[in-house]
């Protein structure tokens, strides 16, 4: 993979210990898995981004980064792989989980309209939408649990792939280079 390019935006292992606001976690940011750029650091970055990508809120960084420093993958690809979930791409995200969960619990496949807003009816609103958002609950949960896991197993397979297909390019390219197919 072009490494080159990104070592210029990563932090070095000495800047990383160096620096003072991070030296009170004390050594735990300290593994060189956690900055290095190799297949299995950076999959497995990838792999826990995708599937810390679908907790709510900001609490996917958090959730990305307790759970990368103890499996001591690349830190920065597990934190900065967050262009799959924006805005645009959540609501769609979270309807498949529901159709994923529903299919496993046996619930019925369509969501339900929420209920009708009323001002005078301001309790029976609020015991009508806690209803309706417990009914959405274990589907939503469970699905939410497999398309997490089925995105971050794929997201692993392909940057190992795409790893794979650079280095051999690479060695392709350095052969021709080189002079060919000569016996050597």
């Not at 969501?111 to 609020?126: D, K, N, S, T």
């Not at 997201?155 to 190992?160: F, N, Q």
Request: proline content about 7%; charged content about 15%.
């Amino acid at each position: 993979m072009p490494r080159k390019y990104l070592r210029k935006y990563l932090p070095s292992h000495d800047s990383v210990r160096r620096n003072k606001y991070l030296a009170t976690l004390g050594g735990a940011l300290h593994h060189p898995n956690l900055w290095h750029l190799n297949r299995r650091s950076v999959s497995g970055g990838v792999a826990i981004r995708l599937f810390c990508g679908l907790i709510p809120g900001p609490f996917q960084m958090i959730g990305a980064a307790l759970v990368a420093i103890p499996c001591r993958v690349n830190l920065p690809v597990a934190l900065a792989t967050t262009l799959y979930t924006n805005p645009i791409t959540i609501v769609p995200l979270y309807v498949a989980a529901y159709w994923m969960g529903s299919l496993g619990t046996g619930a019925s496949g369509s969501i339900a309209a929420p209920p009708e807003f009323a001002w005078p009816h301001l309790g029976a609103w609020v015991g009508a939408l806690a209803d309706w958002m417990l009914e959405l609950g274990k589907p939503l949960a469970i699905g939410l649990v497999v398309l997490a896991a089925s995105l971050a197993g794929l997201g692993w397979i392909a940057v190992r792939a795409a790893w794979r297909a650079w280095v051999v390019i690479q060695w392709r390219r350095r052969k021709l280079r080189r002079g060919g197919n000569r016996l050597t």
